[in-house]
């Protein structure tokens, strides 16, 4: 089917390229006129604005939003709810928090415009191994696209999935990156220990290697950390400095809005927020000791 | 080749199967003589007792001990060890304590006896999917057993590796069962937070087929998960008591011992325990806020 | 001075007999008819609703809101400023969030009123003891308010400090009870580990005698452990479900917002959720113990 | 009374002076002889070594040992028992594991000596305000040494106290430090996120001084804090390393052992552990993060 695909970065290209593999015709803009040229190169039709991008596709529209969440997205929704009409539809493809996609949905509603938020894992590892999509929005609406996401993501391949009305797709997608913190840092624990063993000298990739079958804690986390340990194990070069995206912390106000406990996946913030402090935290406690019980303080030049 | 095997528990018998399957020869013994009876129609050679097991044995012996850690485990090594000769073989298979092997390595080396400790994860599933073995001890002894490990959990599918000297095999198993409690504590979390928002009314299944493909939190235990979802997913009948089964703690003692912090596989650990308290604690809070803020403390009648 | 209170319950009824019976003349005015006569009766002057409390007041006036946190607080200030005239001053006493006093404060300032914010600790023996105010807002405008203040909280006695421009009193006051959750969970937790040690037979109130003089641990909260104890230390009739009043979960956020991992704050805050929580995690984490290992499940029937 | 105290180092020399100075004769050792010399000065008896100090004591003898824990201690109490006799005592000063404790008791009862064992608080400041003193042992030998304990924390000031047989005192004076911890990082974190609040450049003197009175937070520890922010709020020279001394960990070790969940005290230990780690935790973080989504890492040349 035709689709509208704004944004060309490395998610919007990929998914570009699979949907015109796959038979679709795509109508792209990008601010970027290079990254036009490119997706023409590989079968797309290009448009130099929203506007144009607009006029060559035909009604009812569905126009793919592929850029930065935040400001970017939302402005781009803003100007398509001015260029398109009653019965188009918008899908919000980006890492947004899902409560902007409750309200987007109701503001587009209103002029007959129709929502859908999408919530995408499988990173630059996409196009060849296909996403994992969530999806939210009208249900008549998303099964209306639904050659759109069998290209991206095929079911065959469990790949995507409807989950509620607006916002569910992104809810459920911020629900997966929470959980992705807490697999990593309890991965990440875990071989720091083995690590920090001396008497046993242990091989990490060879761990990796012998839990990838077979192994309680077998996924496609642990075989990309056996691929990075085959090449290093000491990461001398690397400094231990861990951002986080937002949806990790959305999580985590979510499950305190909601009156759920989870201390591992807020644990896994609080350890990412403690990789870029500066350890003022760390000085009261040593001013502290030092107070009460002349607890020596270590001193910038006793390093 | 030839095998002893002590222990015909869910897994020593399993693995006696898969043994005798592919063309070893395996004489048994357990306290209980149906379960011995059981191997025997499987092809296994049945033993009264480890006395009779021995003698049947050709030197240099190898006997695999699969009996319940701690006590059973260190008193059948005991008693193998007067049995035994010179150069054969005890196998520690158990979910022991990686220092108990340590201390039984030394002991039986005096005896010119040589201990091989193998970490096993797979469980129930083992016998259909193959084993994961993580194997400790001298190298040489343990390549010498390789057509067993060979047999029970296949390199071709990175079923078993030498990780180190003696208590290496359980030491690292030990850490893949704290991760274990780390990674289902994490999605446990994740999936609490979905079944709490009343608003979207998400199928939990459903969400696990669309991650068990492309996402970045897939594995083995998100398969698991979408199993139990297919068939329930409000499991009221379920009590949330959630037990422990030692690898746990001793990976929290561990890692504090190597000075490593691990937030996500201590608090795992923490939650178990809380899962099973009657809530001393909370009481304690309850009544230091009614003593400074005359809040109101709910006593057994207001419930 | 001269000071309209508004709301009498616990804190504003015990604050205006402070004031009173320090010399100060305050008009009041509460919901309950009741209350305001009993106050009356103490030496106010009382007033039926808002405008006639206005009325009564000399201009600058200064009304002090002590109603609930929220809408009660919100919906009585904008009352106020639309009786009150330029020059007027409104105090924010209660516990509201910080963000909403930097709002109000902006607000109101279009109309030549004042907002100072004020957090008061030491609830209910603050009558007796004193309180101790966190105050923000114009600092002119507080020094204009320093007899209130020096009545209710004597800065001799290190009772009230101004911290900073609008919000910052309840901002202060908001880390204040995060820290108290902190203390108390740190508290409750070492009691309980001694309550769970049967081989001492641990008195807590002789333990909390013993700190209460010459430990590092020694504190106001401390001593009211040790009165509770004097009574009881079984609990046994106290439901272990604990409130939590906003300013915890507010800290947690604000933490998080500004980059500061505040783990045992945080921690508090969970606990307290957890204490309501009906146990969906903890099912979830038996039926993957149940999945994998085919460990047994407790179900209600085993209970 | 007479009193032998071995161990003339801070908290010895101290309690030395404080005893000689209510009257008690105390005859004292050291390793370094000026330490001697300088109790002797204050009125103290010297000894050169154990034996001499055990024969200038007349029996029923009960000597303090006050030295570091662990090795030191073990050492000076076996060479103590050798040189005592029947109805001797021996006072175990020291932070040492309560463990420890019950063993010496054990093994001093088959000779006809008592342990009597002292977990004692209140650091550097002892001296002056006197000790909190958490006592373990048999009652009646307790009983017996009121007279030193009363000089050393007056129970009129809540000073000392009984709080079980043997290693009680330890095991009492263990959580105190655990709940230490717990607290201090309660208030670090909360003094932490003030700091990072630029918008209102809070005075954290100012702050501490509020509190110190009619505050829930109010305690020892706050005044301490007060007295630091007092000199200084930016600690640039100080170094976030935070040490601990053995009671944290043992804290959380018999939580655990006890089946008490204790996340506050749990994570005050781990993030002083944290405070001194090279991070490699967080490098594997990064080396994943760069791995399934391709975000860049940081690399030292970066910094």
Redesign the interface.
């Known amino acids: 089917m035709q689709l509208g695909m704004v944004g060309l970065g ?1 998610m919007g290209a990929n998914m570009t390229q699979r949907l015109i593999e796959d038979g679709h015709e795509v109508v792209v803009t990008d601010l970027i006129p290079l990254a036009i040229e490119e997706a023409v190169k590989d079968g797309a039709t290009g448009a130099e604005d929203l506007a144009t991008l607009v006029k060559k596709l035909d009604a009812p529209r569905a126009v793919w939003v592929m850029v930065p969440a935040g400001v970017p997205t939302q402005s781009t929704i803003d100007e398509l709810a001015n260029l398109l009409e009653a019965g188009d539809i918008i899908i919000n493809g980006g890492n947004s928090y899902y409560k902007d996609a409750i309200i987007q949905a109701e503001q587009l509603g209103k002029k007959g415009l129709h929502l859908v938020d999408v919530g995408t ?6 196009l060849k ?6 999806i939210g929005g009208e249900k008549e609406i998303v099964d209306h696209l639904s050659p759109i996401f069998e290209t991206l ?1 095929p079911a065959a ?9 607006s ?2 797709g992104h ?2 997608k911020m ?23 001396p ?5 990490l990739a ?2 990796s ?14 075989d ?2 056996k ?2 340990f085959d090449v290093d194990q000491d ?9 986080d995206s937002g949806e990790g ?1 959305w ?6 809005d ?32 030092n ?5 020596k ?7």
Chains 1, 2, 3, 4 share one sequence.
């Open positions: 490395k894992s499988g990173g630059v590892w996409g191994e296909g996403y994992s999509m969530m993501a391949d469990k790949g995507w999935g409807y989950v509620g009305s916002g569910a809810f459920v629900i997966h990156n929470g959980i992705e913190y807490g697999m990593m840092q309890a991965y990440a624990e875990g071989f720091s220990i083995m690590k920090q063993k008497e046993y000298d242990i091989d060879e761990v290697r012998i839990w990838q079958d077979g192994s309680v804690v077998r996924s496609w986390l642990l990309l950390m691929e990075a990461f001398e070069d690397i400094v231990g400095y861990v951002n912390r999580t985590v106000f979510e499950a305190i909601l009156n759920v406990s989870a201390p591992v996946i807020t644990e896994s913030l609080l350890r990412r927020i403690r990789s870029r402090e500066e350890g003022y935290t760390d000085k009261l406690l040593s001013v502290m000791r107070q009460f019980g002349g607890h303080m270590m001193k910038e030049e006793d390093e």
